[in-house]
């Protein structure tokens, strides 16, 4: 009866190993099934009445903005649509975001906070470095200074990046 109890503890207590183990090999897939960015740029748009757009730097002039990466190469990821979370942070610290325009919030799993985004971009993604592009396009004035660009994939940042407007 004693080697009975004996086996039975160390059973449970191999179990609790296995599923300790199990749950920290599950969040380091979870974190490389991230597609990692590069690239990162961001280009202020002036769209003209005729629908013609053209690059401008001076906050006032813009009406839109492009941001653009390169996604890198991942073997764990299988091929498929995926989508990346733009979050765009103003010169105050604020993100910019209108859920009427597809801001929304989404998790960070790494900080295990929410955090609110601009927009997202989506890519049919092949295991390998394709380009990406996302716009903002927010319909009131951009103001002047430094903006900090966030990309987001699978709840992890994935690459950041920063422009100014004058």
Known sequence: MQEESTAKAALVSEKTTLETERNQLSKKVDIASAIRVKNITTKGID??????ERTKSKAKKVDKLNICFTTEANEVVPAGEETFYLRIVDPTGAPLAIESLGSGVSQNKRAE????????????YTNGESNVCGAWQPGQNFVKGKYSVEI?????????SSFNLK
């Open 152 to 160: 987001y994939n699978k709840g992890y940042l994935v690459g950041t």
């Open 113 to 124: 906070e929410e955090f609110r985004y601009t927009t997202t971009a989506t890519t049919n």
């Open 47 to 52: 769209v003209r009445g005729n629908g013609k």
